[in-house]
């Protein structure tokens, strides 16, 4: 739980984990998880930071043009070659790359949107 100051006579108490996740339909879930408000155990990270690159490749494309990657079809294999997040051999490490990805979205790296 943590308190959030909204104004200097108002304070909220976030206590996440209240509701359970399957409360959530796919595409709330996928939502709260992009922004970190679902335990990581619940949701699987590549799809949900490959549903997040998707997502942000339609709504916010100049977004992922300035992070690195095209405008055209944003997948994890081109984010780990454009991060060099990459295996022996020079396979793309899709799950390091996942993680780089919601990492940066979630602490603002990628700049300001909005998911609804």
């Known amino acids: ?19 359970p996740p399957v409360c959530f339909d796919s ?4 939502k709260l998880a992009l922004v ?7 949701y699987n990270v590549e799809d949900t930071a490959q549903a997040g690159l998707t997502l942000l490749g ?4 100049q977004m992922l043009k300035q992070y690195g990657l095209s405008q055209d079809l944003p997948t994890l294999d081109k984010l780990a070659i454009a991060k060099n997040c990459l295996m022996s051999g020079g396979r793309p490490d899709r799950k390091r790359a996942a993680q780089l990805f919601l990492r940066d979205l979630r602490q603002g790296t990628l700049g300001k949107f909005v998911l609804d």
């Open 1 to 19: 739980p943590q308190w959030v100051k909204v104004h200097q006579a108002l304070e909220l108490l976030d206590t996440p984990g209240i509701l």
């Open 36 to 42: 970190n408000l679902l335990p990581e155990g619940t």
């Open 27 to 30: 595409a709330v879930a996928l």
């Open 58 to 61: 339609q709504c916010y494309p």
